[in-house]
């Protein structure tokens, strides 16, 4: 089945202890994003990655690191991490410029 | 001005009307863009890519319009299980991001 996996679903920590959402598909994407979702400000764009080894700045990186080391897989590092970052975030991967796939995203909160 | 703008609604239609939403975006030479579903807090679904020329899809029409910068979904006959928020998302050219409307809410009302 082609899918767009995320872990934790959940996750409750504390300000300025490091943590790593995982980001996994399965569909030979090149394209990978990461999103936040606020509400009343929809979707942010926080990184994208184009391939292996290439990533650029969305439109809310700070705080937020990411890398690319194989096609499949995205994470999202929060090097630490403050309240303003608690967010529902989404990964999401896509063939460039065509429709993109969401993961079912991982609620964030930063206490 | 955002680069993508949508009406927050809710709209709140009876079962059986027919609804429209537009998303107006400010990058003219903008290539790609698309219709998700987003249930309450779950991740965003594909509805429909709008191409040029415009598309269908059962109850679902897609059409943008360049001229004046903005791309419009039309449900037919609408069903309670349409209620959902719609979103619209454009991939500027030139760009490799994705920038998306906040998303207009629909109530469909029995």
């Known amino acids: 089945e082609a899918q767009v996996t995320q872990n934790p679903r959940y996750l409750i920590t504390v300000t300025g202890k490091k943590l790593t959402v995982t980001c996994s598909q399965n569909?030979?994407?090149?394209?990978m994003s990461w999103y936040r979702q606020d509400p009343g400000l929809g979707l942010r764009q926080i990184y994208y990655?184009?391939?292996?080894?290439?990533?650029d700045k969305g439109d809310v990186p700070e705080g937020y690191k990411v890398s690319r080391k194989e096609k499949r897989n995205f994470p999202l590092i929060l090097e630490s991490p403050s309240p303003n970052q608690t967010s529902l975030y989404f990964c999401?991967?896509?063939?460039?410029?065509?429709?993109?796939?969401f993961g079912p995203g991982t609620r964030l909160t930063v206490t | 001005r955002k680069e993508v703008e949508q009406d927050p609604g809710p709209f709140n239609v009876p079962e059986g009307a027919t609804v429209a939403f537009n998303c107006t975006y400010s990058?003219?030479?903008?290539?790609?863009f698309f219709w998700y579903r987003q249930d309450c807090r779950k991740e965003p679904k594909l509805l429909m890519s709008?191409?040029?020329s415009g598309n269908e899809d059962g109850r679902f029409t897609a059409q943008l319009n360049r001229a004046s910068q903005y791309i419009s979904l039309l449900i037919r006959d609408s069903k309670l299980s349409d209620s959902a928020t719609y979103l619209c998302?454009?991939?500027?050219?030139?760009?490799?991001?994705?920038?998306f409307g906040t998303g207009t809410r629909l109530k469909v009302l029995a």
């Open positions: 998302a454009v991939n500027p050219s030139g760009t490799y991001k994705y920038i």
């Open positions: 990058n003219s030479a903008s290539q790609s």
């Open positions: 990655s184009m391939n292996v080894e290439v990533t």
């Open positions: 999401a991967s896509s063939e460039l410029g065509y429709e993109q796939y």
């Open positions: 569909m030979n994407h090149e394209y």
């Open positions: 709008v191409y040029s």
